[in-house]
Antibody, heavy 122, light 107 residues
Framework: QITLKESGPTLVKPTQTLTLTCTFS??????????VGWIRQPPGKALEWLAL???????RYSPSLKNRLTITKDTSKSQVVLTMTIMDPVDTATYYC??????????????WGQGTLVTVSS | DIQMTQSPSSVSASVGDRVTITCRAG??????LAWYQQKPGKAPKLLIY???SLQSGVPSRFSGSGSGTDFTLTISTLQPEDFATYYC?????????FGGGTKVDIK
């Protein structure tokens, strides 16, 4: 059974760096084809993809946020970490991590964490 | 970036109705289109991937079609548990992009 869970601060101040951890079980990030992505959703708004890391350490980022994002993996801990620098109130959102669906050439997400709401405010 | 445009943004329907949601891509995405369902306060749930492949466990009343730039999600017979917001997502190229969502509510 695949599960993912996000953890990190619920409140950050403007200009601070956000660090979110996705702890997963039921799969390994050493298996060919596996990937974990981050997606966010501001309150009442649509989903926005942020980043994706693959089993082979290939990393993809949203161009609009690329300079602020870093995604890493720790396979021994079954964790993926997302850092976002220079946080701003517009970054207030629920942040999700999700498992990339296997057995398809497209990047889509079949298992999601419950999400964690991050508020940016002084 | 490939812009994904959904229509309508909201639809009011009754249990038993047939509901169709459209997603248009700003450029061709081949068949790399997915649909998600999201209920308030919950994470999105994958319904369909690669245009028409049903995710395991998803009822057969959900179906997808299309290719290139125009795609459709159809709910053949709306059930009470289907009232939610639906999003399309293209997986043809990075950055991955989502549509703005279609809210299906009770008429």
């Amino acid at each position: 059974q695949i599960t993912l869970k996000e953890s990190g601060p619920t409140l950050v101040k403007p200009t601070q760096t956000l660090t979110l951890t996705c702890t997963f079980s039921g799969f390994s990030l050493t298996t060919t084809g596996v990937g974990v992505g981050w997606i966010r959703q501001p309150p009442g708004k649509a989903l926005e993809w942020l980043a994706l890391i693959y089993w082979d350490d290939d990393r993809r980022y949203s161009p609009s946020l690329k300079n602020r994002l870093t995604i890493t993996k720790d396979t021994s801990k079954s964790q993926v970490v997302l850092t976002m620098t220079i946080m701003d109130p517009v970054d207030t959102a629920t942040y999700y991590c999700a498992h990339r669906r296997l057995d398809t050439a497209m990047d889509t997400f079949d298992y999601w964490g419950q999400g964690t709401l991050v508020t940016v405010s002084s | 970036d490939i812009q994904m445009t959904q229509s309508p943004s909201s639809v009011s329907a009754s249990v038993g109705d047939r509901v169709t949601i459209t997603c248009r891509a700003g450029q061709g995405v081949s068949s790399w289109l997915a649909w998600y369902q999201q209920k308030p306060g919950k994470a999105p749930k994958l319904l369909i991937y690669a245009t028409s492949s049903l995710q395991s466990g998803v009822p057969s009343r959900f179906s997808g079609s299309g290719s290139g730039t125009d795609f459709t999600l159809t709910i053949s017979t709306l059930q009470p548990e289907d009232f939610a917001t639906y999003y399309c997502q293209q997986g043809n190229s990075f950055p991955l992009t989502f549509g703005g969502g279609t809210k299906v509510d009770i008429k």
